[in-house]
């Protein structure tokens, strides 16, 4: 079981990589007003959201304590984030603040993930 939960942690934080780094390829674009969407931030973040569920599940069949409120509160970011991606993802240009408030939830997310123990 520790296999299968470490490799879904692999992939959760292969999501992560995809979605901050279209972001942080894009931050000079975002300055400029013509940053976008990008696919594989919109794939970034469905394999955040797959392999998260997974994860949760995986720790409770194997009889771990799953601390809900946190998982709660990336879950809620998470969706925010997918949504806004989502709803961007055909635009040409996207507005800073749309596109700024994806890395900084991606960001809070990591830090969530990291430091609340």
Not at 5 to 27: E, P, R, T, W, Y
Not at 47 to 75: C, E
Not at 77 to 82: A, E, H, K, R
Request: with cysteine; proline share 1%.
């Amino acid at each position: 079981m520790d296999v299968l939960i470490n490799a879904f942690v692999g992939l959760h934080i292969v999501g992560i990589a995809a979605l901050l780094g279209g972001f942080l390829s894009q931050m000079k674009q975002m300055s400029a007003g013509a940053a976008r969407m990008t696919p594989g931030m919109l794939h970034g973040a469905l394999t955040m959201l797959v392999t998260g569920v997974a994860l949760v599940g995986l720790n409770q069949a194997d009889g771990g304590a799953v601390n809900n409120i946190k998982i709660g509160i990336k879950l809620a970011l998470l969706i925010v984030i997918l949504c806004l991606v989502y709803v961007k993802r055909d635009e040409e240009k996207v507005e800073s603040a749309a596109f700024g408030a994806v890395g900084a939830l991606t960001t809070v997310n990591i830090f969530i993930a990291v430091l609340w123990t």
